[in-house]
Structure formats: C-alpha cells, structure tokens
C-alpha cells in the first residue's frame, strides 16, 4: 500500500480508505458551495475552502473563495473527475471538482490539484450543450466512472419538464458526449443515483418537476403527481431502464447508497415527505425490491404550515465499513445514527438536535409527538442559536467526525427557514462514537456563514480533497 502513489486516485477498497493508507485518514479541507440566490444578494456563488485541520492557526476558517462568473446558478451538489472507481490506473488523478448548477444548468469543472487551498476555475459547459447534446437540464448528482467519464443525472429538459435522464462527459476535456442511456423508456423524474457494475445496475432517485419545485413546496403539488416515488433501476451494460420500485405516494426517495462493500447488493435511500428509510435488495430471482426498516413519525402541531411536520430526511450516508446509517431530519431538527451490522433491522445508537422547527421557544407547538416527551431545546452553540436545520452530511473517512450544513435548496430555504436568508447557513461538526455508537456536538467548531464578506450565504454540500463517503464508489 505504501507505494500506491502510482496506483490512481481514491483507495483499493473501502476498509483500506477508512485506515487511510496511503494518505492518512485526516481530512485537513473541505470544499463547499455557497449560494445568493434568493438571499437578495446580487452575487455570484462560490466555491468556499475550509480549513477544518486543528492544528491550523486558521481552523475553521474560509481561507478561500471562488466565485463563478455568472449569478443565479444554484451550485448544489459536487462529484469528481476520478474516484476510487479509477483506483489503479496511474493516468488518472482527483484533481478536477465538477459543480453542476441546479438552476442556471451550467456545469463548473474547478482545477482543485494545482493549489488544493486556493482552487481555480478551469472550465464552464454551459446549459445550450446539455440541452443540444442530450434535451437535458438541471444536473445533479455527479459520478465519475471506471471509464473515466463522468455521469450526470438530470432533473428535467430544457424547459423545466420532469425527465430522468443522464449526460456524459468526457473526463479529459469535459465535453458533453450525449446522454448515457440508450433509448427506450425514461422516467418521467430524476434525482440522485448509485451505481455498481459488479451487479450489472445503476440505481436513481425521483424529487420533483424542475419548474414546480423550483417556486417552494405546495403540497398539493404533491397529489397532482409532480413529485417522486420511485427507484428506477437501470441495467448498467445496457442502459436502460429494467425496473421501476413504487415507495408509495408522496414518499419522494432523494439520496441513495449502496454499502460500500462492492460484493453487497443491497443499500438504502431516504424518503423525504414519507419519513421513511427503504432498504433495497436484489432477490434470489434478480429483481430489485425495496422494504421499509425505519420510520420517523411526523409530528402533530399548530402554528405550522400544515398540522402534522415530517421529519423530512434529505441526506444520508453510510460508514466506510457498512457499520452505521447516519441521516438527517431537516424540520425537525435532529440528525440519526443507527447500527446496520444487520442492515434488515437498524438499531437508533445516536441522535442529537441541530436546530429544526420545533424547537422550544419558538413558532412552533407540538401537540402530539410519538417519540419524543418534550420539545427539544435550540441549539446554541459559541452562543449562537443556529438557523435551519442539519441538512446535508459528511462523515470523515475514519468515521470519527460528522460535518453538517443547514440549507437545503434556496427557494425551499426562503420558505421553511426564512432566518437562512438573512442570518446565513452553518457548518457544524459532530464527534461520533465509532464502538458503541452515539453523537455529540462539538463546541469548539462553528462556521458562520452569515458573516461571509460578501453577505450572508446559503452553504451546501461538502468534499474532501481525498474523497468521501458519498462520491466514492468502489468496483
């Protein structure tokens, strides 16, 4: 392992990633995209550099900033140009971060190899190529391949249209190829997705129609069937859609991991709206399935949009060794760890609150609550009660920190969490109890990015320069 400088990007498995050989296991910066849309700020977005080692005089600190050229984009969610799926192959490297734009539809390919502390912008595809080349827009979730392509999946067509597609590009110049399937049916929405060839599959997910949830979250939209409830599954070799898993109405299945253990056919996805996690499984026949193994009961409540609030989980991951499930609840409040030794029966070992909507003190009263005795208290931390909610994760490759941001997407923010707007976003770290299990908030780190120089911001999803949990896939 010690000579494996020359063995390609990311690690030989997953096990040996959490060891961190040959790298060591320390994550030193984080990458993450920071949003002024909808705050009332007439910036670009940016590409922040956080110093997240501690024995840094800068800890905790931005130490960069890379805005886009262009305003309005909504970056969102990130992916590589290599990952471990490419391990060995001495020609490829991770040093290129792909920046999908959620509403804008360009894609940012961002030089993070040259100056890892201060990355530059290398490239912009701009929307007119998605749409030329494949009829696709409002790219999401970015996979590099084995190949050395990288997938996209997409939300809609051009014209704000629900459609589950994908584009390629081409991992040397960044040229969109066209799209990755081959014809044939199409889901009629799109999301997140997973895919692992040694079992001949790619997994996706639905969230919404692009033009409607692009306004804040009617939930009548629901009912009229413009949000998602399915897993689609997609024969890797040939392209095209095998299956597709109904999770119910209303469920809307956002993120989705497989175990990392590459031989494991099996994974889990979050349902946002239902509360709901579903494992899914290849049967002895070869079909997918999907069960439900945990559910987060919506609370009853007054002086809420509606009179019952699901915990809406909108990002989960799982451990490096298939050991714990970690998700969020972004109302409520409150991010979960549970024990997957037997991933059929999750077991709650950790749980701490994060902010949410039913904090004491505020807005909100709850009036019937079938888990917990009482309204939990704000979270403050270095005396700031933090806004939002705990949104998207990251774990460290140890598995022993647990970063969280509070925003979830701009318009959604506006609605749900107004302070957002005004007050900025959060990056908060966890301690994990990798033996027993449990969470705990650490007080020495607060990232504000309400005091960002350029005003408040609304900061995302979070990349380490050595990979993660959620980018990395292994073959």
């Known amino acids: 392992a010690g000579k494996c400088g020359a063995c390609g990007p990311g690690y030989p498995s997953p096990l040996e990633a959490m060891k961190g050989v040959p790298a060591g296991p320390r994550e030193q ?48 969610h990130s992916g590589w140009n290599a990952c471990s799926s490419c391990h060995g192959d001495p020609t490829k490297s991770r040093n290129f971060l792909v920046l999908p734009s959620l509403i804008s539809s360009r894609i940012y390919v961002v030089d993070v190899g040259a100056n890892p502390r201060a990355p ?60 990755w399937e081959k ?9 997140d997705f997973w895919y692992q060839p040694r079992h001949n599959v790619l997994l996706s ?14 939930p009548r939209d629901v009912e009229k069937g413009h949000y998602g409830r399915h897993i689609n599954v997609w024969e890797w070799s040939g392209r095209r859609l095998l299956q597709q898993l109904d999770l119910g109405s209303g469920s809307i299945p956002l993120e989705i991991r497989f175990l990392h253990d590459p031989g494991a056919a099996q994974g889990f996805v979050g349902c946002a709206l239902s509360g709901e996690i579903q494992r899914f499984h290849r049967n002895p026949e ?29 990002d989960i991951l799982i451990s490096l060794d298939d050991r714990f499930l970690y998700f969020s609840n972004w109302l409520h409040g409150d991010v979960r760890q549970y024990d997957i030794s037997d991933p059929k029966n999750p077991k709650l070992v950790g749980q701490v ?14 009036v019937e609550d079938r888990e917990l005795r009482d309204q939990p208290e704000p979270c403050v931390i270095q005396g700031k009660r933090i806004p939002g909610g705990p949104q998207m994760l990251q774990l460290s490759l140890d598995g022993r920190r647990l970063y969280v941001t509070t925003s979830l997407y701009s318009a959604w923010d506006r609605q749900f969490y107004p302070s957002l707007l005004t007050e900025g976003s959060v990056l908060l770290q966890l301690d994990v109890d990798t033996e027993r299990g449990g969470l705990a908030v650490n007080p020495k780190f607060l990232l504000d990015f309400g005091k960002e120089p350029g005003g408040p911001c609304l900061a995302h999803e979070m990349r380490y320069p050595g990979g993660d949990c959620t980018s990395d896939i292994w073959l």
């Open 29 to 76: 910066l984080l990458y993450l995209p920071c949003i002024y849309r909808n705050t009332g700020i007439g910036a670009p977005d940016f590409l922040a550099t956080v110093d997240v080692d501690p024995q840094s005089p800068r800890y905790c600190q931005v130490i960069h900033r890379l805005p886009m050229p262009h305003v309005g984009d909504e970056l969102h």
């Open 120 to 179: 530059k912008l290398h490239k912009v595809v701009e929307a007119e190529e998605l749409a030329r080349k494949g009829n696709a827009a409002f790219p999401h979730t970015s996979h590099c391949l084995g190949s050395g392509e990288i997938l996209i999946s997409c939300l809609g067509d051009p014209d704000g249209n629900g459609k589950g597609t994908f584009i390629l590009l081409d991992g040397e110049t960044f040229e969109v190829k066209g799209n």
């Open 183 to 191: 014809g044939g049916k199409i889901p009629n929405l799109g999301y």
């Open 205 to 218: 997910t639905e969230w919404g129609v692009p033009k409607i949830l692009a306004q804040g979250f009617d």
């Open 286 to 314: 070869g079909k997918w399935e999907a069960e439900k193994v945990i559910k987060v009961p919506s609370k009853k409540v007054q002086g809420w949009l509606l009179p019952e609030m699901p915990g809406l989980i909108t």
């Open 353 to 366: 609150f994060l902010g949410g909507s039913i904090s004491k003190g505020g807005a909100v009263t709850v």
